[in-house]
């Protein structure tokens, strides 16, 4: 019964533990760190380097030392025969003797040393493993960037969809109860029909945007989740809040940084074409140099007519061998010469495709810049015209009632202030889109 119960509290409490590890919460910085370390784009990209790192290597070793080892056995199941003039036997003048040369079995165990001297394609390869690490590391950074700026626009849009669901509900409640008054005047005959209708109107059309809302929730959290790199269903809870958010995300120094395109990692990117365009090149005339390699190879021969070469009394005879080997190339019909023309253009190309990266990065900075700003007086604007939109549809719930106002009028001034309600939240999340993606494009990002 003891051990019983021991496990039974095992259980509740590895499955207590279960519980906790499959809810998460964060806040904004905290979703960044975690999405670094467990999106899978971003794991995938910490390999790519690691890679990088290993082919290094291997390029690298290519031009060292390099010892293989052979062992060689043969068993003649049937000698091969061969003929020697008869006299040198003893026998008659032009007749032969057949004879056997050699044992029916040997063994051949012996090592070769292979030295790289020169080869001209060598150093370039060596040059190239260098750039193929930087690339992977530039590559990484823009996997971050992006990952981050993902991570940001999902959970702002969690955010919105949270905030939008608070007014709506909120606006709701204040139909439902406005609703109900209405009909109460109206059947006591001192209200127009239309009147309950058009609130009738004005509620089916916010509960048909309520069930909207929530679906769209349903799906914010599940592309959040994916994003951090976390299962689809896991429950999140954020502890930042939009407004809040909106507010640290207002900073005008940003509009005045330095745009250098060449410290952006797209024009690092870029640059790193060109440099492998460059080495390619370098390559091709690498072909037209001689090769130049050395090696040394020793061994031991055994032979028997029975298989014996595991014995100690086997006798074995040793030999070595050193070698220097040139391979000079001489005439190709023309085709380096094409290949090294070709790589020549295909510099040419990468020149003219860095430079307009260059510019395509100057507008593209510029116009993050002003969709920034914009977003920042959008936000200003929009904060604005919810206040009067407030106050104007607060004046004509009270004309409304008073039977100053009709029914239209009042329907307009809601649907005016939903309106104003959606936009203004829409407005904060642009604010903090918008700075986010300049970021990016300018890589002022530390992690």
Request: proline residues 1%.
């Amino acid at each position: 019964m003891k051990f019983t119960l021991i496990i039974l509290i095992s259980f509740f409490f590895s499955g207590l533990s279960f519980a906790q590890e499959s809810s998460y919460s964060f806040s904004l910085s905290e979703a960044i760190d975690f999405a670094l370390e467990n999106n899978r784009n971003a794991k995938n990209a910490v390999r790519d380097i690691e890679i990088a790192k290993k082919e290094k290597w291997e390029t690298t070793a290519t031009g060292l030392p390099q010892i293989n080892g052979n062992i060689d056995y043969q068993n003649w199941i049937k000698q091969q025969v061969s003929l020697i003039p008869g006299e040198i036997a003893g026998g008659e003048p032009g007749t032969f003797v057949p004879v056997v040369f050699g044992t029916q079995q040997s063994m051949n165990v012996g090592a070769t040393l292979n030295q790289l001297l020169f080869d001209g394609s060598y150093l370039v390869g060596l040059q190239a493993a260098k750039v193929y690490l930087l690339i992977s590391e530039n590559s990484k950074i823009k996997t971050d960037l992006e990952v981050r700026n993902a991570v940001i626009n999902s959970y702002g849009n969690i955010l919105l969809a949270e905030e939008s669901l608070k007014i709506v509900n909120n606006n709701i409640a204040v139909l439902e109860k406005n609703l109900e008054e209405t009909t109460k005047i109206y059947e006591n005959g001192l209200e127009e029909e239309e009147s309950v209708e058009q609130l009738q109107i004005t509620l089916s059309n916010l509960k048909n945007y309520l069930n909207n809302n929530i679906r769209l929730k349903d799906l914010a959290y599940k592309m959040f989740n994916i994003t951090l790199g976390l299962d689809v269903n896991t429950d999140i809870v954020l502890t930042d809040d939009l407004e809040t958010l909106t507010l640290q995300n207002i900073s005008l120094d940003i509009l005045s940084a330095d745009s250098n395109v060449e410290n952006t990692i797209d024009y690092r990117i870029a640059a790193n074409y060109m440099e492998t365009q460059e080495l390619l090149l370098k390559l091709e005339k690498s072909t037209f140099l001689p090769r130049l390699n050395a090696f040394v190879s020793a061994g031991y021969n055994g032979f028997n007519d029975e298989f014996t070469f595991t014995n100690n009394n086997q006798q074995w005879f040793g030999q070595a061998l050193f070698g220097v080997g040139m391979s000079i190339p001489i005439f190709s019909s023309g085709m380096r010469n094409a290949a090294t023309q070709r790589a020549k253009i295909n510099v040419e190309k990468a020149k003219e495709e860095l430079t307009e990266t260059e510019q395509q990065l100057q507008f593209q900075i510029a116009n993050a810049k002003s969709a920034y700003q914009f977003a920042i007086d959008e936000y200003a604007n929009k904060k604005d015209n919810l206040n009067l939109a407030e106050r104007i549809e607060s004046k004509n719930e009270t004309k409304f009632f008073e039977g100053i106002a009709s029914s239209f009028d009042l329907r307009q001034a809601q649907t005016q202030l939903y309106t104003a309600q959606q936009e203004y939240l829409q407005s904060m999340l642009n604010v903090i889109a918008t700075k986010a993606e300049l970021e990016t494009i300018l890589n002022t990002v530390n992690y």
